[in-house]
């Protein structure tokens, strides 16, 4: 079992910044990569960026240059940087992570957490 918590969203202007942050607890160690998903009103959930255990990372295109998804091993935190921001950022943000046992998967998700965009 893994439990996810989000913080750091909030409102913010056009073109402001916010850092999100997701602290992972549990069985950490069986994590294999942790990401960031969000939901816009109406909307379906998206992949954001995601990081694996070796730091590999993607990106949404949409964010690709103004967000940097990063970890701390150290405090079990995943980051997610987010510039630029426009008010199609809009949306709850949830942190995800997931495991495997070799032969099933299993996909946790943090509670989210608000991130509104506007002037």
């Known amino acids: 079992q893994v439990q996810l918590v989000e913080s750091g969203g909030g409102s913010v202007q056009p073109g402001g910044s916010l850092r999100l942050s997701c602290v992972a607890s549990?069985?950490?160690?069986?994590?294999?990569?942790m990401s960031w998903y969000r939901q816009a009103p109406g909307k379906q959930r998206e992949l954001v960026a995601a990081?694996?255990?070796?730091?590999?990372?993607n990106y949404a295109d949409s964010v690709k240059g103004r967000f940097l998804i990063s970890r701390d091993s150290a405090k079990n935190t995943v980051y997610l940087q987010m510039n630029s921001l426009k008010p199609e950022d809009t949306a709850v943000y949830y942190c995800?992570?997931?495991?495997?046992?070799?032969?099933?998967?299993?996909?946790?998700w943090g509670q989210g957490t608000q991130v509104t965009v506007s002037s």
């Open positions: 995800h992570a997931t495991t495997s046992d070799g032969k099933y998967e299993y996909n946790y």
């Open positions: 549990g069985s950490i160690s069986d994590i294999n990569a």
């Open positions: 990081i694996t255990s070796s730091s590999s990372t």
